[in-house]
């Protein structure tokens, strides 16, 4: 097999500028802007260059006047998100316009290694991001309101599945197949393996059947779990300060 992952590694780093670029409010930018290079996060530069790149830009808008950083903070962050589940579902594509060519070609070589590329830049970037978000003190500097986090946390949840099932289309062994990878895929994404409940060589799509129940469950569940563990308590009133505990 050809080893196309150095090249894979240059043109994805070059999407991830385009894809941060783009949701970056240059615009807003005060005249001569000219900010100290600040360093950290490192590690992420090859490992997740996402994640640098979104630190890259969030340390620029650190020095923006006022309301203009949380604004531009803001627009960051959201047209990212959804910037990231449209080259997810691109990804995808191209992963199955990918199984109809000879495997091994250099073509084939290239699709494989920028789409496992990715897998692991994304799945770090959502995971160090909404993780340090969790375990860290509230710093809201976006602007962003509960409703709006998890809209994000949902739109990131969808795109995790978008992001598997190319690599395992065309990485994993024994799921060469659509049907193979988006039961994996769905499996895998909600912690289940209901998806083998059923043999998939005498159901096929029907073996699916069962994920719109399951994936309907962890939302109700998660996300309204969610929703009441971030609602601020209710202000007392006298009245009910004066009941008995």
């Given at each position: ?15 991830e ?12 930018e005060?005249?001569?802007?000219q ?112 409703h ?20 395992y ?48 469950t ?28």
């Amino acid at each position: 097999m050809i080893n196309a992952l150095p090249l894979a590694l240059a043109l994805y780093w070059l999407l991830e500028y385009v894809v941060r670029r783009a949701s970056y409010c240059a615009e807003m930018e005060p005249a001569t802007f000219q900010p100290p290079w600040q360093t950290g996060c490192e590690w992420a530069i090859v490992i997740s260059p996402g994640f640098w790149l979104s630190h890259y830009f969030k340390s620029r808008i650190q020095h923006f006047a006022g309301a203009n950083a949380v604004s531009a903070r803001r627009t960051l962050i959201t047209r990212s998100n959804w910037l990231n589940v449209l080259v997810s579902m691109i990804f995808l594509i191209l992963g199955l316009l990918t199984t109809l060519a000879a495997r091994g070609t250099f073509g084939w070589s290239l699709v494989a290694d920028l789409v496992v590329v990715r897998y692991i830049s994304r799945t770090t970037e959502i995971g160090y991001a909404f993780g340090r978000d969790v375990m860290t003190p509230p710093d809201n500097r976006s602007g962003l309101d509960k409703h709006a986090r998890l809209t994000l946390a949902l739109r990131s949840y969808v795109e995790l599945f978008l992001l598997a099932m190319p690599v395992y289309l065309l990485c994993v062994p024994h799921y060469g197949t659509v049907l193979r990878a988006l039961t994996l895929s769905l499996s895998v994404g909600t912690l289940t393996n209901v998806g083998y409940g059923l043999p998939l060589d005498q159901h096929g799509y029907r073996a699916l059947l069962v994920f719109p129940q399951v994936i309907a469950t962890l939302s109700l569940v998660l996300l309204s779990l969610a929703s009441y563990i971030s609602r601020p308590e209710p202000k007392s009133t006298p009245e009910a300060d004066a009941e008995p505990k």
